[in-house]
């Protein structure tokens, strides 16, 4: 069997009836839960709210969890801002993602000290691309308060952090 392409998908799909094509959609929703999710964020469900919560708290689980020492695993908490790009087109839930990184991070260095240089550049990338990103939808009115605490957080912190921002 040739590999499947989107092309080659498309061409299946177009025999399909309305009813097969509707039922196809609902089995991904039910079967994958970032089909779900995506689903949520596109139409505005009242849940779709309930979607960013959940990635907010694998950030947060990364750095401040309720129970035990916090892993801080960057790879992890970037990752949740990655799935949640794919499966959300708001531009304002993806600057709060991104922002509650950065907070996350701050919270995370202010409670336990100095970290290593890697986690501040992981820090100050993300809040540049955020600022990027809440420039490029004109934002600035929704967030400029959280960048104000970001940097008011970090001025006694190590590795230059709060100069960079």
């Known amino acids: 069997m040739a590999k499947l392409n989107q092309r080659s998908l498309k061409l299946h799909l177009k025999h399909l009836s ?25 139409f505005g469900a009242e849940d779709s709210r309930g979607v960013l919560e959940k990635y907010k708290a694998i950030i947060e689980k990364e750095f401040n969890p309720s129970r035990g020492l916090p892993k801080a695993r960057l790879s992890v908490a970037r990752k949740a801002i990655s799935d949640f790009k794919k499966i959300s087109n708001s531009p304002v839930d993806l600057a709060d993602l991104m ?32 600022a990027i990103h809440i420039t490029k939808h004109n934002l600035h009115d929704q967030f400029e308060s959280r960048f104000r605490q970001i940097v008011t957080d970090t001025i006694d912190t190590g590795w230059g952090f709060r100069h960079a921002q």
């Open 99 to 130: 922002l509650a990184y950065v907070e996350a991070g701050v919270g995370f260095t202010l409670e336990f000290g100095d970290i290593d240089e890697p986690f501040y550049n992981s820090m100050e990338g993300m809040c540049e691309r955020a």
């Open 18 to 42: 309305r009813e097969e094509l509707l039922d196809e959609i609902g089995m991904l929703f039910d079967k994958f839960t970032k089909v779900k999710e995506y689903y949520q964020t596109k």
